[in-house]
């Protein structure tokens, strides 16, 4: 059944996003709203969230679509290696509607016209405690088109709560957008797991370290890392370090 979203003991009325729009414009780097946003994603109850743009008819990699988020990688990695975008709900309603909606996965589930090949998944997103999502479609001045997604247990959010989502979704992407203009020398975006993984090679770890310290595999690890240096265009972790911290990524 689902339950209406409480607001929590200490909430009373106040927003959950706190001043947002003073905030959100101090952030400078991808980071600092990858850090945002993971404190907004607990303030409202939810366990993850992707800033994403609305990929065309074309696209089939939800990954390229994908400008910062912290949903499991494997998540990510299984939706695509099994081309979902194409059957996603989710994509087809942002591309007819510019208001905020929610979807939950009994709900996809229950949809005769779904791939049989999405039921490990969704046992996947299961197992992550993922039962629905909510999106809140925003634009950029240009009229690109993007969406915040929330994703965590199956509620009913309070009007309140979704109108200040939105506002804060707006507000996120706006300065996403300034912050990808102010480094318009790249179009490369980095994922959570590649920033920590940059920012512990950078205080001298090695791979083995990382690996313990953020509870990945060591080969994991070396993954990410060998991914991020080809994405920066570096000639070895070292240069990609550097050019990392140049662009802002770490500091």
């Known amino acids: 059944m689902r339950e209406a979203m409480t607001i929590g003991p200490k909430d009373t009325g106040q927003p959950r996003g706190g001043d947002f729009a003073s905030e959100i ?29 609305v990929p065309g008819f074309d696209t089939d990699k939800l990954a390229s679509m994908s400008i910062v988020s912290n949903m499991p990688g494997e998540l990510i990695n299984k939706y695509d290696s099994i081309s979902l975008l194409k059957h996603s709900t989710g994509i087809r309603r942002l591309r007819e509607t510019t208001t905020p909606f929610q979807l939950s996965l009994s709900d996809w589930d229950k949809e005769s016209s779904r791939p049989v090949e999405s039921n490990d998944y969704i046992a996947m997103l299961r197992d992550h405690g993922i039962l629905q999502a909510n999106y809140f479609p925003v634009h950029d001045a240009d009229g690109s088109r993007a969406a915040v997604i929330l994703m965590g247990d199956e509620v009913e959010m309070p009007m309140s709560a979704t109108m200040e989502l939105q506002m804060i979704a707006i507000h996120v992407y706006n300065r996403l957008t300034e912050i990808g203009a102010f480094w318009k020398d ?55 370090v550097v050019k990392a911290m140049k662009k802002g990524y770490i500091t």
């Open 25 to 53: 414009s101090t952030l400078e780097t991808q980071f600092d709203v990858i850090r945002y946003m993971k404190r907004v994603t607990q303030a409202f109850g939810f366990k993850t969230f992707m800033i994403c743009t």
């Open 186 to 240: 790249t179009a490369t975006t980095l994922s959570e797991r590649e920033i920590q993984c940059l920012s512990w090679t950078a205080a001298g770890k090695t791979s083995s370290e990382i690996a313990g310290i953020i509870g990945l595999s060591e080969h994991t690890v070396n993954h990410y890392l060998n991914h991020v240096t080809k994405k920066l265009d570096a000639v070895n972790r070292t240069q990609a």
